[in-house]
């Protein structure tokens, strides 16, 4: 049974609250997660931290939610036909999500926000790296939904196994209309293997800048160096960075680039030409094209035109975000329409391709399929359609 939008809306507030509330509560039980954690994956333990700024962003987030119009039945076509049927089509909830995590708490406050304001029952696996922050945060949401007398079905946590998960996703032991893995590659290949319901792949993205050779040096310095140092663990960071080779002052940029990265501790690999650089190790196999890396690694290449560019980006990149730095309008216009990337930039940082910035509030995730969503995934984007069709009689 949908909920009302005024019960939506009480509980996320409530929520918010109740995050604030317990922030030392959240901090302690993400301590003990820290304190657990004994891998070497500098991107997973970035990812796990929870500190002041991100309660505060967690509460934000929610708060967005609230203010935010109901993204259900909204009107998307009204048709009357011949015979006086009228029909309308509306958006409508999926019913029951799954989202598959690694080790972000703050995405079980965002993403069961967005689910549930969008009419959603909301699953949560999170990763076993997590799991004191999650339960603690999940029986918030429990708080929150009983205190309003609504059902705690409506956000579950599923402390599963990788055993039980499997189990789980190719025998639902309930109903289960979407599942979104936000994660490594390995996580999305798994779920994908063993999902019997639709799946929207988040979370690859092995962006890549490009620069061209109407480019500001200086511009294109400081978008690289921000994409890829600010937050290497996020899905937004740059991983490949390719350069015309008729840039003006061209070895001097390349040097300039050099110095910079290594300030960062970022390792530099080089295609055949640009390995020639001191600083820059030859890359053994072409594949490192396809990579991700979640780490202080960055490749650079050559190319000889913005149609090479648009060709390596279209084979290699992850269809999540690449950026084109150029003076040039009709050079920026030919790769944005070209390039087959969720997000497309010019003369800007693929770290704004994030539901907050692109003004949606936040997100459930982000989407590098092209069905049925692209993009950052908002409020507004995790619902589906119903046709309602209004007749006194009609016959075919």
Known sequence: MMLSIKQRNSILSRMASLIKEESSAILAANKKDLEAYSGGDIAMFDRLKVDDAKIEGMIVSLEQLVADSDPLGKELYNFTHE?????????????????????????????????????????????KESLNSNLKIVELWHKALTEN?????????????????????????????????????????????????????????????????????ELAMNIIINGKTAKISACNAVDKVIINENL???????????????????????DAQLSEFEGVAAFENEDIWFEEFLDYKIVLGSVVSSTEAIEKINKYGGGHSAVIVTKSKKE??????????????????????????????????????????????GLHHLVTNKWYVFGNGQIR
Not at 104 to 116: H, K, L, N, Q, S
Not at 189 to 211: E, L
């Open 83 to 127: 015979n006086g049927m009228n029909i309308v089509n509306k958006t409508a909830p999926f019913g029951t999500i799954l989202i598959i995590y690694e080790s972000r708490p703050d995405v079980t406050v965002e993403a069961g926000g967005i689910a549930f304001k969008s009419g959603n029952k909301i699953l949560l696996k999170g990763g």
């Open 149 to 217: 007398e609504v059902s705690t079905s409506w956000v579950e946590y599923l402390n599963y196994d990788r055993v039980k998960t499997q189990a789980f996703l190719e025998n639902p032991t309930q109903k289960l209309d979407l599942i979104v893995p936000r994660g490594g590659e390995k996580l999305i290949a798994f779920v994908k293997q063993h999902a019997t319901c639709p799946v929207i792949v988040s979370g690859r993205g092995n962006n890549f800048v490009y620069v061209d050779k109407e480019a500001d040096k």
């Open 248 to 270: 003006p002052n061209k070895e001097a940029f390349i040097q300039d680039l050099i110095q910079q990265l290594n300030e960062f501790k970022v390792e530099i690999l080089g």
């Open 332 to 377: 920026a216009e030919f790769f944005m329409e070209s390039v087959d990337s969720a997000a497309v930039y010019q003369n800007a940082s693929t770290r704004f391709t994030d539901g907050g910035q692109f003004g949606l509030g936040g997100e459930l995730a982000i989407s590098t399929d092209k069905l049925h969503h692209r993009g950052p995934m």
